[in-house]
Every structure is written in structure tokens, then in C-alpha cells.
């Protein structure tokens, strides 16, 4: 039972264009989602996140939309560079009911060509 | 300051043996997860801490696993009689009490049953 869902398994851009990368959930329990980013070898780190009280968050180059309706989530990269090269998980969690525990997507890989 | 360590980075160990992996979280953080990536998968929840609460294990695949946290830091995770499907990274993070969600990752151990 996937209930959160990365279709993509990877993306390829060139530099100084868009990345987006694309998250779906089925679980309407879930209130909270983030997004992480990971590199070979390490642990994922925390991008950036969004509530469910929100459509849109910003970060620098990083934005995370929200479509409650749809159960659909993106993050969007402008503009994208090498360094951001990794693989990238979506997450969500269910305010009330989960004290934070996290279901991961099954991550997308994305390249940035210089 | 330090982040989440893990111990060991890499252990290989044969199908029946019982494994035990570390996890020291950031000073501070009360919450810790354990969580477990196979091959190709996200991210698997397997069990929280929080405080002095009792932990919610709903995530353990079997009773062969089992952790424990002493003194509201230090955590280990035990896996008795090793299968071959065990094999995966096992990653563990930590927060801050909640409202936070912005996990900690440590750089986790990639564990080979043979």
C-alpha cells in the first residue's frame, strides 16, 4: 500500500532551467508533507516543507505546491544547478495521529546537465 | 554541532546472526526514528521515540526486530536471526519535540546479510 507516490524515478535538465518533481498521496489523513534531498552515501536533508493550510511555500530557489484536491504535490527548482543533482523524496505526515512519523515516496533522481 | 551518527557504516553478517546498529541523535532532540531503505524503495518507517513516551513500533516488520533507547539518547536497533530480505540501509533520524518535523538524518548503515 504506497501512499505516497513518486512516478517519475528520474528527471534529467539541463542548468538554469526548471526542475520539477512530482509527488502524489492517497492517504487524506496526511496534513504535513516535505521534501528531502539525498546524496550517494549520506543521510536525506531537509528542503523544504508545507502544510496542508497552504498551497504554495518558497524557499530561495525552492517552492512546494500544494493541490489538496488533487492529493498532488510539487517542487519546483529554478534555477536548477549541478549541485542540485541527487535523489529527492517526498514525505508526508498526519498531524494528529502519527507524532511526525514519515511515509516516503520512492525518491526521483535528478540530474542537471551543466 | 554534530549531527545524528550511526555505527557501524557497512556490517556484513551471515543469514541467522543477530546484528545490532547504533544511532546517537543531536543533543537535545528528543525524537528519534529509525527507518530502513531497500533497494529501489523509499524510505520505511520502522519505529519512533519521543521522550518518555512509550515508543510506537507499528512499523517493525517482524519480532525479530526490536530498539531501544537508553537515557533519552543513545538508541539501538536489534535485528535477531538475520534474513537475506533484512538487507537494506537502516537510517536514523531526530528532532526536536514536536511541532517540529524537520527530521535529522544520520548517514545510516548499509547492512549486507549473506
Known amino acids: 500500500d504506497q501512499q505516497v507516490k513518486q512516478n517519475s524515478p528520474s528527471l534529467s535538465v539541463q542548468e538554469g532551467r526548471i526542475s520539477i518533481l512530482n509527488c502524489d498521496y492517497t492517504?487524506?489523513?496526511?496534513?504535513?508533507f516535505l521534501w528531502y534531498k539525498k546524496y550517494p552515501a549520506e543521510g536525506p536533508t531537509f528542503l523544504i516543507s508545507?502544510?496542508?493550510?497552504?498551497d504554495k511555500n518558497e524557499d530561495g530557489r525552492f517552492t512546494v505546491f500544494l493541490n489538496k484536491s488533487a492529493k498532488h504535490l510539487s517542487l519546483h527548482i529554478v534555477p536548477s544547478q549541478p549541485g542540485d543533482s541527487a535523489v529527492y523524496f517526498c514525505?508526508?505526515?498526519?498531524?494528529?495521529?502519527?507524532?511526525?512519523?514519515?511515509?516516503f515516496g520512492q525518491g526521483t533522481i535528478l540530474t542537471v546537465h551543466p | 554541532g554534530a549531527g545524528v551518527s550511526q555505527s557501524p557504516s557497512n556490517k556484513v553478517t551471515e543469514k541467522g546472526k543477530d546484528v545490532e546498529l547504533r544511532c546517537d541523535p543531536i543533543s537535545g532532540h528528543t525524537a528519534l526514528y529509525w527507518y530502513r531503505q531497500s533497494l529501489g524503495q523509499g524510505l520505511e518507517f520502522l519505529i519512533y521515540?519521543?521522550?518518555?513516551?512509550?515508543?510506537?513500533k507499528s512499523g517493525l516488520p517482524s519480532d525479530r526486530f526490536s530498539a531501544e533507547r537508553t537515557g533519552g539518547s543513545v538508541s539501538t536497533l536489534t535485528i535477531q536471526r538475520t534474513q537475506q530480505e533484512d538487507s537494506a540501509v537502516y537510517l536514523c533520524a531526530s528532532s526536536l519535540d514536536l511541532p517540529s518535523y524537520e527530521q535529522y538524518f544520520g548517514p545510516g548503515t548499509r547492512l549486507t546479510v549473506t
Open positions: 508545507i502544510s496542508s493550510i497552504k
Open positions: 521515540f519521543q521522550g518518555n513516551s512509550a515508543p510506537d
Open positions: 492517504n487524506s489523513m496526511f496534513d504535513y
Open positions: 514525505a508526508a505526515s498526519a498531524l494528529g495521529t502519527s507524532y511526525g512519523k514519515l511515509t
